[in-house]
């Protein structure tokens, strides 16, 4: 079993900044896991934002945050963090951590996890 606890979420101003933060535990301390944020905004389907596969260094990002937002991992703590930049209005959403035992090479739907934290909401005003 894999549990994901998401924080860092909060309100902040358009340009401002934030830092999620993903800690897991259970069996994925032992194992190679795709992790990704997803964020969903009211009325909106769940979207992923950025994947990082915990065995290698490769990492991809939505369209939409390319260049502002930045996932990293520290294995030794098992913490997967989503650094965000220049955040705009439209990031306004719950922010979700989510893990699987694939080896990820994009940004995937969000049927692809089993894995997910309860979330943490990003408000972001004009």
């Known amino acids: 079993q894999v549990r994901l606890v998401e924080s860092g979420g909060g309100s902040v101003q358009a340009g401002g900044s934030l830092r999620l933060s993903c800690a897991a535990s259970?069996?994925?301390?032992?194992?190679?896991?795709?992790m990704g944020w997803f964020r969903q905004a009211p009325g909106k389907e769940r979207e992923g934002v950025a994947t990082?596969?915990?065995?290698?260094?490769?990492?991809y990002y939505a369209d939409s945050v390319e260049g502002r937002f930045t996932i990293s991992r520290d294995n030794a703590k098992n913490t997967l963090y989503l650094q965000m930049n220049s955040l705009k209005p439209e990031d306004t959403a719950m922010y979700y951590c989510a893990a699987d035992r694939f080896w990820c090479t994009g940004i995937y739907l969000p049927g692809a996890f089993v894995y997910w934290g309860q979330g943490t909401q990003v408000t972001v005003s004009s």
């Open positions: 259970g069996y994925i301390s032992s194992s190679t896991y795709c």
């Open positions: 990082i596969y915990t065995g290698g260094d490769k990492t």
